[in-house]
Every structure is written in C-alpha cells, then in structure tokens.
C-alpha cells in the first residue's frame, strides 16, 4: 500500500509568514497529488492539482510543487483565512491515500 | 450551482449494513466527465478515500475497503449510493459524496458531509 508523510504534523505561525508543507509518497506518484485546505465542520477544498495547478479562485499565494515522491506546499504570506488542516492526496492508485494532515496555527 | 447532499440513518447497530445516499442537483449524472466519488473522515482524523463511480456504472474501490462496499448509481434519480457492510465502531465517521473532473481528478463540489455512528 502507498503511504502519504506530511511534516510537520503542527505548524505554528504568524499572519504574513512564509509556510512550507512537505507530502512524501512512499512510492512514485508521478504529478498525481492534490493539495486541500480543510475548516473544523466543513469539507476540504481542493487548493492544488497536478502537483503544482493551482485551482481556479484559490489565491496565488498558495504554489504547490514536486514530482516523483517530495511534494512541498506553500504559502507565500500566512493570512488569517489560512489558519486551518491542509492535507496532500495522492491519485496515481485506486487507493487515493491522503496525507495525516498538517495543522496550521496561530503563533 | 452544483450541490450534492448526503442523507441517511445517523446511526448504525454494529455488524449491520450503513447505507447513504448522495442527491446531486444543478448537475446531470448522466453527463460524461465526471466521476462520482464517497470519502469519509474518522472523528478528529484524516480523510479515507472509499471508492468511486463512473455513469456508466464503472466503480473503482479502495482496496482497503473493497470486500465490504458498494458504489452504484441511479440516473433517474440523479443520485448516487454507498453501502458498507458489516460495519464495526470503526466506520463511525463523517461520511462525503464528492463530484470529481474526471480529466484532471478535481473534486470540485462537495456534499456537506453527514455524521454516521455505529453503536449498539
């Protein structure tokens, strides 16, 4: 079975901050990883497909890159919108694993 | 818009059958492009993939889960179906229907999602 890593499990910083997630894919995934941002009592939404596109009416200080196995996202300056659960999916398998997710707080 | 909403029994007795539907509007489930998708989310956890279904009826199951689940849909309908068996207090989770692109994998609407427990 593939195995989707995310550190850091908690992140914790301040509004205008540069945050860097890493996705490790225990096997190769090609581009197939998707990135969502996820709020307590609602569903997650896709941030990143294919790696790197970013989804239409998310901000652009939101970039996803990587290929293979290393995926990283980031943010280019932490807003207040940002504070929340983001997790990397992988869809090269039918198994279409998730990440644990990483939650980003309020330093 | 497109909205999909879950419903279903808020509460299963263990070694039963859960069984949800997903009612789809603003959209044809009979138009092409599209898969159809079930995930769930275990209480303060992660997310889990559970399977997936084309309008042809084409389903695809995550291995993890394959023996105990069924994906089907019904286009008079515009809805989609998910039944778990043999449930266990390990299925109590919050249970999404998902629209997905079908080209580039985009989940781009989402059902709400709905809160199944499994409990005696």
């Known amino acids: 079975d593939i195995q989707m890593t995310q550190s850091p499990s908690t992140l914790s910083a301040s509004v205008g901050d540069r945050v860097t997630i890493t996705c490790r894919a225990s096997q190769s995934i090609d581009s197939w990883l998707a990135w969502y941002q996820q709020k307590p009592g609602t569903a997650p939404k896709l941030l990143i497909y294919?790696?790197?596109t970013l989804e239409s009416g998310v901000p652009s200080r939101f970039s996803g890159s990587g290929s293979g196995t290393e995926f990283t996202l980031s943010i280019s300056s932490l807003q207040p919108d940002d504070f929340a659960t983001y997790y990397c999916q992988e869809y090269n398998t039918y198994s279409r694993t998730f990440g644990q997710g990483t939650k980003v707080e309020i330093k | 818009q497109v909205q999909l909403q879950e419903s279903g029994p808020g509460l299963v007795k263990p070694s039963q059958t859960l069984s949800l539907t997903c009612s789809v509007s603003g959209a044809s489930i009979s138009s092409g492009g599209y898969y159809w998708s079930w995930i769930r989310q275990h209480p303060g956890r992660g997310l889990e993939w559970i399977g997936y279904i084309y309008n042809s009826g084409s389903t695809y199951y995550n291995p993890s889960l394959k023996s105990r689940i069924t994906i089907a849909v019904d286009t008079s309908k515009n809805q989609f179906s998910l039944k778990v068996n043999s449930v266990t207090a390990a299925d109590t989770a919050v249970y999404y229907c998902?629209?997905?692109?079908?080209?580039?994998?985009?989940?781009?609407?989402w059902g709400q999602g709905t809160l199944v427990s499994v409990s005696s």
């Open positions: 998902a629209r997905v692109e079908s080209g580039y994998d985009r989940p781009d609407y």
């Open positions: 294919k790696a790197s």
